[in-house]
């Protein structure tokens, strides 16, 4: 029979195997993970600033949202709130201004951060570049339904549509404030990415959506201007573009201190590094906008 000589150290090295084992196991299972779920274009800041959001809080953060669709986007952000829990803490992304009425009703805290623009699109062929604010009402609620009217080729428009979050104020309420003031004779989507590649399906078509989504250059669009003004964060900040929604994040009322301060540090940010934003045409601001 062969004997094996123990050392000091070979001791030491096999009581400290369980220990060892002990402690990936529980970095493996580590509940202190901050999950954030909710809209696409809230999603662009939050991934934009993740490492320096978590370096600042101590907190790794897994964040679902890109590229999201009609009823996952808001909703989806409002129910990962609602989820959050002591042991796992989670809040939300939305890209639509949140009623007084829901807020209360939901126990929820809002925190802004940016304003996106919302640009008016149609095909990359169309031959009009602007229209007045008037117009593109008329357009979409159905008053003007051919493109010589403003200007452009005798053919009738297109309208495309993305409708979403019909009981929150703000967001594409601002071109008409109700989904039955849009004309009947419409498509409708379910999220931007349908948005677009409608949009660019026909030369005679319009439609709306955030700044935040990047169209690539094969979507065969392009951005009309309003008022002779361009859907930039600049003419945002000086009051001139029209069109526009509020991106913010959102946690229960009675959430933990340590998260509720993380989504300070995330305004915080924002504020400090638009640069991050710039491709984007988001506007940081932390005031809310009124309706």
């Keep these: 029979?062969?004997?094996?000589?123990?050392?000091?150290?070979?001791?030491?090295?096999?009581?400290?195997?369980?220990?060892?084992?002990?402690?990936?196991?529980?970095?493996?299972?580590?509940?202190?993970?901050?999950?954030?779920?909710?809209?696409?274009?809230?999603?662009?800041?939050?991934?934009?600033?993740?490492?320096?959001?978590?370096?600042?809080?101590?907190?790794?953060?897994?964040?679902?949202?890109?590229?999201?669709?009609?009823?996952?986007?808001?909703?989806a952000g409002i129910k990962s709130t609602a989820q959050s829990t002591a042991n796992?803490?989670?809040?939300?992304?939305?890209?639509?201004?949140?009623?007084?009425?829901?807020?209360?009703?939901?126990?929820?805290?809002?925190?802004?951060?940016?304003?996106?623009p919302l640009m008016i699109l149609s095909h990359e062929k169309n031959p009009v570049t602007n229209l007045s604010i008037k117009q593109v009402k008329a357009i979409f609620s159905g008053n003007?339904?051919?493109?010589?009217?403003?200007?452009?080729?005798?053919?009738?428009?297109?309208?495309?549509?993305?409708?979403?979050?019909?009981?929150?104020?703000?967001?594409?309420?601002?071109?008409?404030?109700t989904a039955d003031n849009f004309t009947r004779k419409r498509i409708n989507v379910q999220s931007a990415d349908e948005m677009v590649k409608r949009v660019g399906d026909f030369e005679s078509s319009i439609g709306h959506a955030g700044t935040a989504w990047l169209r690539g250059d094969n979507s065969h669009t392009k951005i009309i201007s309003v008022n002779g003004f361009l859907p930039t964060r600049a003419n945002l900040k000086n009051g001139n573009y029209p069109f526009f929604r509020q991106l913010s994040v959102i946690t229960k009322q009675d959430a933990s201190d340590e998260l509720k301060n993380m989504m300070r540090n995330a305004q915080k940010i924002v504020m400090q590094h638009p640069e991050l934003f710039s491709e984007h045409q988001l506007l940081p601001t932390t005031v809310p906008v009124t309706y």
């Design 1 to 75: 029979m062969r004997y094996i000589k123990l050392t000091w150290i070979n001791i030491l090295f096999i009581l400290s195997v369980p220990l060892l084992f002990t402690s990936t196991l529980s970095k493996a299972n580590n509940t202190d993970v901050i999950t954030g779920a909710g809209a696409h274009s809230s999603w662009v800041i939050l991934n934009k600033i993740k490492p320096l959001l978590e370096k600042e809080s101590g907190h790794a953060m897994k964040l679902f949202g890109k590229e999201s669709m009609l009823g996952v986007g808001c909703n």
């Design 144 to 177: 003007i339904t051919n493109w010589q009217a403003v200007g452009g080729h005798n053919k009738p428009i297109v309208v495309v549509t993305r409708l979403h979050c019909k009981k929150r104020p703000g967001h594409w309420k601002r071109i008409l404030p």
């Design 88 to 116: 796992h803490e989670s809040f939300g992304m939305v890209c639509c201004s949140l009623s007084d009425k829901e807020v209360s009703q939901k126990a929820l805290e809002v925190f802004p951060l940016a304003i996106e």
